[in-house]
Structure formats: C-alpha cells, structure tokens
C-alpha cells in the first residue's frame, strides 16, 4: 500500500472524496433545473474520470481538440461526443470524419465560412453527414460570430451546404445579461426564419450554478469543476474545502527568513493567472503567496506568516488553473484519507492537435 506521505515531489494528488462530491453535486445541480451535463474533458484528460462523469448521469463529453476524442473514443467513454474548437484543414478533417463513423454522434462547432466549407467537402468524400453547432461570442472576446443576426446568416449559408447538420447555437461561458440577451434575440431570429434549434449549449464552471439564469439552455459544459482551484474560489463558486486537486511539493530553500522555494515552477503549476495574483494557494500556510515562477522554482513569500516552512517540509498547493497543470504530468495520484488509491495515467496529455 502506498501512502501519500510517501510520494515524491512534485506530485499531482487529487482527493477522491472531494472530487466525487463534486462529480454528484454538480450533476444534481443540473438535473434537478433540467440541464443536461456534457462535461469538459480537457481539465483532467484521463479516461477512467470521464467514465466516473458519465456514471454519474452525464448526456456526454465535451472535448477541445481531436485528439482528446481520439483517446477517450479508443477508451470506450461516451457515444455523444461535442468538439468545440474549429476543425480546419483536410488532414483534421479526415480523422475527423473517421471518428463519426465510430461513435453515435459527433458534432463540432463552427463560427465562419471557410470552417464549415471544409466540413461540408469532407462530408460529401466519405457520405457522412457532419452535425455542428455555430458558436456565439456572447462577451467573453474569444471564437464566435458576433451578433445574433451573424449566427442565422451562417447557419443559412451552412444549410445550404451538402452534408451539413445544424443542431443549435453554443457559448463559451455563460455571462448574465449578456448570454441570455444574445439567445433570446437568436432564437427569436431562427424562429422567425423557420430553423429548428434543438441545443442551446452554455459552459463555464464559474457561471455553473447559475446556468438556470438562462432559460433557453438544454446542456451546461463545465469541466473544472471536477478538481476546482484558485480561480473558481476567486469566483465565488467553489471553497477551498471544494478543491480536490493539491500539488505536492519540498521546500527546497530558505535563502531569506521571509522566502522559500519549493521544487514546482511553471511546469507543474502553470503562469496562468486569469482574474487571480500569484500562482498558488498553500493550505499549511495560507498567509503565504507565491509570487514567481521559473520553470522548477516556485517562490513563495512568507512575509505575512507567523509559522514558516523549514527545508526539506512538504506543503500542498491548489494551483490556479488545474486545468492545465493535468496536461503538465504523466500521471495523478487518487488519494483517499492517508492511502493512494490510484494512479490514472493522462491519457490525452498534450493531444493538442
């Protein structure tokens, strides 16, 4: 039996209890408002964890890159897949049009004309028809067509495009007033004009608990939830009691009394900052802040603590952006009470393509 006092550091630990509890609350969360859940893969990337979210009552799976639908695909994990990032080129289009054949449903979202162009030809080479959604930017400046109007004006040309299936409209996060005003008006628009639109699929684990805010969704995207970090404590939505995923790290250096440096830097707890300062929350010493990073140095301020870390302690930290910190390591330590459980190898680490 290994003991989690036992790992050698950096490790990337998650606490089983806590991230089940956030698999379940979650799930009830949009069940009992009437929102499917397609949780987002690409916040832990191993296969097994997915299979625990579908358990659970998950519709299906988001996925960010083909790769990720590769690996979970292979790994037996849903039958209803989205892809919400732009498929663009003939070499992504044919392995895309090799796992529709393989899976009950696969769409992918779309938000111009040259994306759904090369869709509709990869379609019409190998007789299958492509489902997609039209991403909307409803404020957050990323992908997406910029006003409801922009959506039914793609969605007319796509349809007349052989071999392509609309299904709906998506956005990437929800944010009130904004998201509900962008698909009323939408809706509005594909009514008038005679277009069906079965999904409307809202994301984001900040805006999750208020998904219901927003009336028209069907289903919810969130993948963070599952570990939560820093960022989702900044918003409010998730406590430190709610954090499941803790980078163990050693001090390895006190060159000052109100300085340390621990053996985890940019490759293990990400410089993702997003709406945050510093790179890390220390549960032992949460008066500490951890103020720069190189790439295997964390550096952490002890001026505020009344207790300070000696040489050689181990310290746990919830880095800001979890999501990211997955795809920095082969493998996750489950660890319930003082015991490892598991260990779940990444499976879709770096499937960037």
Same mark, same amino acid.
């Given at each position: 039996?290994?003991? /989690? ?20 609350r979650v799930q ?11 949780? !987002?893969?690409?916040?832990?990337? *191993?296969?097994?964890?997915?299979? $625990? ?20 695909? +292979? #790994? ?20 895309? =049009? ?7 449903? $696969?769409?992918? *979202? ?25 991403e909307c930017d ?12 922009? #959506? @039914?004006?793609?969605?007319?040309? #796509?349809?007349? $495009?052989?071999r392509l299936a ?7 996060? +929800? ?13 509005? @628009? ?26 028209? $969704?069907?289903? !919810?995207? /969130? ?10 404590? #900044? ?6 009691? +709610? ?24 490759? *293990? ?6 709406? *945050? ?15 720069? @990073? ?15 870390? /000696? ?16 795809? =920095? ?25």
């Amino acid at each position: 039996m290994m003991l /989690a006092n036992d790992l050698d550091t950096p490790a990337v630990t998650i606490r089983l209890d806590i991230m089940e509890d956030n698999i379940r609350r979650v799930q009830q969360h949009l069940d009992r408002h009437g929102i499917a859940n397609r949780p !987002h893969i690409k916040t832990h990337k *191993v296969p097994e964890l997915g299979k $625990l979210q579908m358990q659970a009552g998950a519709i299906g799976i988001t996925c960010q890159k083909l790769g990720e639908v590769e690996v979970f695909t +292979n #790994a037996g994990v849903a039958d209803d897949v989205l892809l919400t990032f732009n498929v663009l080129g003939r070499a992504k289009t044919e392995r895309l =049009m090799a796992l529709a054949a393989r899976v009950r449903r $696969l769409a992918v *979202v779309l938000d111009n004309e040259v994306v759904a162009r090369g869709l509709s030809e990869g379609g019409v080479r190998h007789g299958v028809d492509v489902r997609f959604l039209i991403e909307c930017d409803t404020g957050f400046g990323r992908n997406g067509v910029q006003t409801p109007d922009a #959506a @039914l004006d793609l969605a007319r040309v #796509a349809l007349k $495009l052989p071999r392509l299936a609309f299904e709906g409209l998506m956005t990437f996060p +929800n944010r009130d007033p904004e998201t509900r005003e962008f698909f009323t008006r939408a809706l509005e @628009l594909f009514k008038r004009a005679g277009i069906p639109v079965p999904v409307v699929s809202g994301g984001g684990t900040p805006s999750l608990f208020r998904a219901q805010e927003i009336p028209m $969704l069907t289903e !919810h995207r /969130a993948g963070t939830y599952i570990f939560n970090d820093v960022m989702v404590v #900044a918003s409010g939505t998730a406590t430190w009691d +709610n954090c499941a995923m803790r980078v163990r790290a050693t001090v390895v250096s006190r060159p000052m009394s109100t300085r340390a440096v621990i053996d985890a830097g940019t490759k *293990v707890l990400t410089s993702d900052q997003y709406t *945050v300062k510093g790179y890390g929350h220390v549960l032992e010493y949460p008066e500490a802040a951890i103020t720069n @990073l190189s790439e295997e140095h964390g550096i952490v301020d002890l001026s505020q603590c009344r207790e300070r870390p /000696a040489v050689g302690d181990v310290v746990h930290v919830i880095p800001n952006h979890c999501c990211v910190v997955s795809n =920095m390591v082969d493998e996750m330590y489950g660890v319930r009470g003082e015991r490892v459980e598991t260990v779940w190898p990444v499976a879709a680490r770096g499937t960037v393509r």
